[in-house]
C-alpha cells in the first residue's frame, strides 16, 4: 500500500516537475532573452569584423613546379614483387 502511494507520488513530481521546465522554457519571457542574446552576440560578431585587420599576402610566386619530375620516376625501379621471392 505504501509502495504503490510512493510510487504514486513519484510519478506526479516528475510530471509536475517537467511541466513547470516547459512552462518556463517555452514562455515568451525566455523567447525575448534568447532573441536579446542573439543580437547582442551578432552586433559582437560585426564589430569584430569591422575591427580585424587585414594582412597583406605573401604568397606570390611561391609554388615552383619540377618539370623533370617524370623523368626522375622513370629511373627508379619498383621492387615491391621481389619482397615476395624466397632467397634461398
Not at 619530375?69 to 625501379?77: S, Y
Request: no cysteine; proline share 2%.
Amino acid at each position: 500500500m505504501i509502495k504503490n502511494i510512493l510510487s504514486t507520488l513519484i510519478f506526479l513530481f516528475s510530471i509536475s516537475f517537467f511541466l513547470f521546465i516547459g512552462k518556463i522554457y517555452f514562455s515568451e519571457q525566455q523567447k525575448k532573452k534568447i532573441d536579446l542574446n542573439r543580437e547582442i552576440i551578432l552586433k559582437k560578431i560585426k564589430d569584430n569584423l569591422i575591427n580585424l585587420p587585414v594582412l597583406p599576402t605573401d604568397t606570390n610566386n611561391v609554388i615552383e613546379f619540377n618539370s623533370g619530375f617524370e623523368k626522375e620516376n622513370n629511373k627508379t625501379k619498383r621492387s615491391f614483387w621481389n619482397l615476395f621471392k624466397i632467397n634461398d
